[in-house]
């Protein structure tokens, strides 16, 4: 997507990424772009970023979508539910890390254990004989 200067086709902002646009809308002070995107996202821009200040996921079916006349609030609309997302909405942290870093201790925990009792019981069966 690029965003050029009507008089002079010089590209005044331009993000490119493969999924499919289905709407834009720019702030009345042309400072935030909105994006809705194929896959049932919306992404805020400020006009200087090169990448969101915020993704936020509506649904597939997204039909409409503005940017609020202050500028403070992205409208987004599927269906029967209308979307306010404020501009400065801060996405919650990614824990996924955590769970990916539990689920390794407790695997090799599990590994140990059951190598420990395999060579408990063949060191039994050995001083037994």
């Known amino acids: 997507m ?14 490119s990424r493969g999924d ?14 909105a994006v809705g995107r194929g896959d049932g996202k919306v992404s805020l821009f400020g006009i200087t ?4 200040l915020w993704t936020y996921r509506v649904g597939e079916d997204l039909r409409m979508m503005s ?3 202050n500028g403070k609030y992205v409208v987004a609309k599927i269906e ?5 997302i404020p501009t400065t909405y801060k996405p ?3 824990y996924s890390f955590v ?31």
């Open 2 to 15: 690029v965003i050029v200067n009507n008089t002079s086709n010089i590209p005044l902002w331009k993000y």
């Open 20 to 33: 499919l646009r289905k709407t834009v809308a720019m702030s009345s002070d042309g400072q935030y772009i």
């Open 49 to 52: 970023s090169k990448s969101p």
């Open 67 to 69: 940017i609020s006349a």
């Open 80 to 84: 029967n539910i209308i979307y306010l």
């Open 92 to 94: 919650p942290p990614d």
């Open 99 to 129: 769970g990916i870093i539990l689920f390794s201790i407790i695997g090799i925990s599990v590994l140990a254990l059951f190598l420990y009792s395999l060579f408990y019981i063949i060191d039994r069966r050995v001083v037994n004989t």
